[in-house]
């Protein structure tokens, strides 16, 4: 993410919990998950227990269930976001409910939160008013310690590699070379940007720390489809270069059959659910710049043998996080969603329009049919970027408080025009899985109308810039792309050691289909710039960093690690702070 994102306003941010949402989630009685998965037919052998209300899935259950055909599968992103008004978690969670009130067997499958994100005070995806995911602490705090495998993991790989800095030789890593930084769970600017190897015995270089989310580790444990999977995956991860410039991979520290190990477990999905009951697989965790911003192949894999309607999610706008679902996850796993559902609001349309001093503006309350036709651009631009995939698209207008009759209508009637094979008015955040129904019923229509003729943005085959060219042209609306003299090099070093028929991966700003946060609405004809590209070879994917890319979150005003405290009866306050 960019500098501006990293800080109040980051990539993960969506709506603001409020006091409903924790007298909600206080109000809870959530069934036993073994009651849960016997639901969606998982077996009770099949579930490791933590707890009465988490279980890992083991993968055996995709081979009992192999011959089953797959669900439909639904693929839930947003407008360009501002504030957190456009809540893709929340959506899923809501339609995940509403297939089941109509007699399906449905879940959805969503990332699990950072501990940055938790304890520094931004939205950490558990959903909100009778949306949520529960228990919200065993979500919020550790979980089944997933991350904390992933971050061990990527520890390992450091230590390797400062230890192979200490010996190395020509063939071997080249401490100017070095690519690989650390990671933690902990959100500290302060280690950002380090000098490390200063302890004695250790060759001194500049390093850094990012959350765990923005590891190359994690990406990996997202996008395997398999154990045997995940260790060839951790083995392609290029740590350095060595003098004569070639890559040094983890295979090459021998230090990928050590992290697959520590991460033997965490590749097992986890099994949660919502406050209406409805099953959760919550895994991986990842950044919607520095990776695909979703939940892992694996969890949508066993979800799809299980359920009739399959929902997952993705951070970001759709131009990010829609594009990186079909472009990574779905190339990477092999499946093709049926349908979109695409969010959008009163608020941000009008936002879009250029007419407000920003997303906390006062004014936004007021009604303006003017400033919706205005700004609605941005949500017909989205429609039409959907479209580029070959997929159906029900737009969920999601009702505020402010709203007026007028602009809705409005607001539907451009969705209407510009491609939504339906439009839905939605009220679940208030309503629960009863609010989200007219939603299932419109999705199902639409998975049942067989509209789906999905495919890639771009062929693997093209040029690393015909790729980033044509998602910037085509998503962006950019008029042409500007390298620098580093990315230009990193594009032809990359091509050379055969690595032109990696995906592509762009980091920028969440707040505008360009670039620059500052351009709303539908920028046209702008320069996109590429200042750097960098290999993400176990992933399967190169980053395009258009801006300066911040992996490690800033200080917030008001951190919830302040306000997080344990009751005498051992209850978690404060997660609502």
């Given amino acids: 993410m960019s500098d501006e994102t990293a800080s109040d306003r980051d990539a993960g941010e969506t709506r603001p919990e409020s006091r409903d949402d924790e007298a909600f989630a206080r109000s809870a009685r959530p069934r036993g998950i073994q009651e849960v998965a ?65 007699g399906k067997r449905s879940a959805c499958c969503l990332m699990q939160p950072s501990l940055g994100t938790v304890l520094t005070g931004g939205s950490f995806g558990a959903g909100g ?72 015995g250790g060759v001194p270089r500049e390093s850094g720390f990012g959350l765990t989310p923005s590891s190359e580790v994690m990406a990996v444990l997202t996008l395997a489809s398999s154990l045997s999977d995940l260790r060839q995956r951790l083995g392609q991860i290029v740590v350095g270069y060595s003098q004569r410039e070639l890559p040094v991979f983890s295979k090459s520290l021998r230090a990928d059959g050590a992290m697959a190990a520590l991460m033997r477990e965490a590749i097992e999905p986890n099994l949660m659910q919502t406050l209406g009951g409805a099953p959760v697989f919550v895994h991986g965790a990842t950044t919607v710049d520095l990776s695909h911003g979703g939940s892992s192949v694996l969890a949508d894999r066993i979800a799809l043998k299980c359920c009739d309607y399959v929902v997952t999610a993705s951070d970001g706008g759709e131009e990010l996080g829609l594009e990186k679902f079909c472009d990574i996850k779905c190339r990477a796993s092999g499946l093709s969603p049926d349908a979109v559902v695409l969010i959008a609001t009163v608020s941000g349309v009008k936002y879009q329009s250029g007419r407000y001093r920003g997303p906390d ?26 479209r580029y995939f070959g997929l159906p698209c029900v737009v969920v207008i999601d009702r505020g408080v402010s709203d007026t009759d007028e602009e809705l209508s409005t607001l ?25 129904v007219p939603l299932a019923e ?20 093209w040029s690393i810039t015909k790729k980033i060219e044509t998602i910037a042209t085509t998503l962006y609306n950019a008029g042409q792309v500007a390298y620098s003299v580093r990315a230009s090099a990193s594009i032809e070093r990359y091509t050379r050691l055969g690595w032109q028929d990696l995906a592509v991966c762009m980091a920028k700003t969440v707040y505008s289909l360009s670039h620059d946060p500052s351009m709303l609405g539908r920028p ?31 200080p917030r005003r008001h951190p919830r690690a302040t306000a997080l405290d344990i009751a005498e009866d051992g209850r978690i306050e404060g997660l609502f702070a």
């Fill in 442 to 461: 419109a999705v199902a229509a639409v998975c049942d109308g067989g509209a789906a003729k999905f495919s890639y943005l771009y062929d693997a085959s």
């Fill in 361 to 386: 503006d006062a004014r936004l309350a007021e009604a303006s049919v003017q400033a919706v036709k205005e700004g609605a651009a941005n949500l017909a631009k989205h429609l039409e970027n959907v």
């Fill in 129 to 200: 008013g009778r949306c949520q995911v529960v228990p919200r602490d065993r979500l919020a705090l550790h979980l089944t310690g997933d991350l904390h495998a992933a971050s061990a993991a990527h520890a390992l790989l450091s230590s390797l590699a400062d230890a192979a800095l200490v010996k190395a030789g020509p063939d071997g890593l080249d401490t100017r070379r070095m690519v690989w930084h650390r990671c933690q769970e902990v959100a500290d600017p302060a280690l950002r940007d380090i000098v490390a190897g200063l302890g004695g």
């Fill in 38 to 102: 016997a639901g969606i037919e998982l077996q009770a052998d099949e579930l490791e227990l933590y707890g009465r209300h988490v279980a890992k899935v083991s993968l055996g259950a995709l081979d009992r269930l192999a011959d089953r055909p797959n669900g439909r599968y639904i693929h839930v992103t947003s407008m360009t976001p501002a504030a957190g008004w456009e809540d893709p978690t929340i959506t899923a969670i809501a339609l995940a409910e509403g297939f089941q009130k109509l």
């Fill in 412 to 436: 539907s009637s451009v969705a209407k025009v510009s491609g939504a094979s339906e439009v839905v008015i939605g009220n679940y955040p208030t309503e629960g899985g009863d609010g989200a």
């Fill in 524 to 554: 046209y004809d702008f320069v996109l710039p590429v200042e750097d590209v960098c290999v993400a070879a176990g992933a399967g994917y190169l980053v395009v960093k258009t801006g300066p890319v911040q992996s490690m979150p800033g």
